[in-house]
């Protein structure tokens, strides 16, 4: 077989086999197939797309690709959160230690950051000496231990999917229903959880920026999912603004070890407990969503939650210093205002220019062996449906530079100021089973 077939026969909109498949995924794992033509074959499906039966077989040899974790040592049914990919997305922090508080095992395999979306694994190694790379007996140990773990995608899971991620990142080729399904889903599989909570963004910041591209998106992976014997439900939420306040890598830490200690972030607070309701009902740990939410907000306002994210920091090595005492995180050297020239109120901002504009701050990466700085970022100090004065202060940029000027334009240009008050977006769209 040849590649280059393969790629025309892509290129022409016609259906692969399966064998296709698996001969890219197989040979490009293996190294012979090289990036160019792979991201040729990447071009070619985000224009010609593909059916449920090539994006399941795609997703299956991604899956096998490298190892598959056998995570029945843990005890009890494991649960699995994924989020599709926002700005300010720092669910995880929240949903993690929520779930974990009541005994659900959590064992969680994340990413880095992609495109204009932050990775979880880049803002937990904000704090000082968090790993993120384990050996498996050390995840599973955890797990047992502590209910929840994160760790890197690291050595042979899904290693097809992390050369794919990282070539996609910087070829223009993330937000295809395909792929992004393909790639999600296969680690998913390959990472062994029970059960599966998809966190689906729409709008401006998301990969998918329509409610219907969104849906599908949705279906998708709830079907692989199901199909391939994983309890498997998506939740819909609003991506037409960042999610909190804050955005870049320490200060999305700080924003959601606030939000664990009392502080009432509406979105955070509301998705974290909506995701995390789902979770526990899908492990058997509630008979229904309405108590597994009752719960789950006492767990949150008694602080429980809180002391499951400090356990999860510490057993992983990270600073508690740094959590007791919030100031510690890495932070930037300047602090540069973006002052409004408009009066009214904030009827949108581009999450996508606040996750790009986090990005040129170093937040995140424009090639794929860039290096992060977990030090920048910016807080948002308005959100839609915010009354703004002209000259008040709209966002602050935590940058490394004094005149950070292409931050600053783009931030200013993610803020549209209205004369009236506009309609708040919904936080939930939808679930999907
Ligand atoms: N998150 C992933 O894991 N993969 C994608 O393709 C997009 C978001």
Redesign the pocket.
Known sequence: MRMVDVIQKKRNGQKLTDSEIRFFVEEYTAGTIPDYQAAALMMAIYFKGMSADETAVLTEAMAASGDTIDLSAIEGHIVDKHS??GVGDKITFITGPLVASVGVPVAKMS?RG?GHTGGTLDKLESISGFHIEMSKEEFISNVNKHKLSVAGQTGNLAPADKKL?AL?DVTGT?DSIP??AG??MS?KLASGADSIVLDVKTGSGA?MKTLEESKALAQEMVNIGNKLGRNTIAVISDMNQPLGYEVGNANEIKEAAEVLQGKKVEDLRNLGLELAAHMTVLAGAFPSYQEAYQVLEQKLDNGEAFQAFRTFISAQGGDLSMIDDLSRLPAAAHHVEVISDKEGFVAEIDAESIGVAAMYLGAGRATKDDKINHAVGITLNKKIGDAIKKGETIAVLHSEQPNPSDSLSKVKEAYKVSEDKPNKHQLIYEVIK
């Open positions: 599709t990919g990413g992609l991620y996609r993330v792929l992004i790639s999600i680690k990969f």
